[in-house]
T-cell receptor, first 113, second 116 residues
Framework: DVKVTQSSRYLVKRTGEKVFLECVQD?????MFWYRQDPGLGLRLIYF???????EKGDIPEGYSVSREKKERFSLILESASTNQTSMYLC????????????FGPGTRLLVL | AQKVTQAQTEISVVEKEDVTLDCVYE???????LFWYKQPPSGELVFLIR??????QNEISGRYSWNFQKSTSSFNFTITASQVVDSAVYFC?????????????FGGGTRVLVKP
């Protein structure tokens, strides 16, 4: 079974803090993704990576950055958290090489005060 | 650009009723993939099915069935004899066929509430 884990289920941070969300997959997948999910807006892609040290912007990258130093780990960084970044963050991975099914982690509910 | 529309935002049924979730998509690609995911209250998205654009054969898996019709750009999902455990938000999604970094475009989701 594919296993995607996220470092925290719930996180509370203050405005201006630097926030790290970690995602790890154990299936040697090439691709990894970060989404945020908000009521009424569905899931929106923030960033994705198709290889180590490679990254591409998704639909809403502003205010975020990412890091992929190892194949199994993809980190989402909020450089200076703001209240409008309060959301559910979902990480996903896919095998790549034409295998597009994405498998998701349990999500991190982030509250920025 | 791809677009996925789930017109039904919420459906409420009584246990054992059938429920059909609609999904309509738009794309200029000739090769693409369609997906359904389930998101129970715990929050994790659970993969249910993937279909490629060349395979219009309908599929049944237990109480779940899917009807893919390219002529109407639809990929509908039916739960037969619904159960309380089917209560969740269901997302339809699609991705283009690329060599790397296939992105998913999601519909807005349909919340299904199954009452006992």
């Amino acid at each position: 079974d594919v296993k995607v884990t996220q470092s925290s289920r719930y996180l509370v941070k203050r405005t201006g803090e630097k926030v790290f969300l970690e995602c790890v997959q154990d299936m040697d997948h090439e691709n990894m993704f970060w989404y945020r999910q908000d009521p009424g807006l569905g899931l929106r892609l923030i960033y994705f990576s198709y290889d180590v040290k490679m990254k591409e912007k998704g639909d809403i990258p502003e205010g975020y950055s990412v890091s992929r130093e190892k194949k199994e780990r993809f980190s989402l960084i909020l450089e200076s958290a703001s209240t409008n970044q309060t959301s559910m963050y979902l990480c996903a991975s896919s095998l790549g090489q034409g295998q597009e099914t994405q498998y998701f982690g349990p999500g991190t509910r982030l509250l920025v005060l | 650009a791809q677009k996925v529309t789930q017109a039904q935002t919420e459906i409420s049924v009584v246990e054992k009723e059938d429920v059909t979730l609609d999904c309509v998509y738009e794309t200029r690609d000739t090769t693409y993939y369609l997906f359904w995911y389930k998101q129970p209250p715990s929050g994790e998205l659970v993969f249910l099915i993937r279909r490629n654009s060349f395979d219009e054969q309908n599929e049944i898996s237990g109480r779940y069935s899917w009807n893919f019709q390219k002529s109407t750009s639809s990929f509908n999902f039916t739960i037969t004899a619904s159960q309380v455990v089917d209560s969740a938000v269901y997302f339809c999604a699609m991705s283009e066929a690329k060599a790397a970094g296939n992105k998913l475009t999601f519909g807005g989701g349909t919340r299904v509430l199954v009452k006992p």
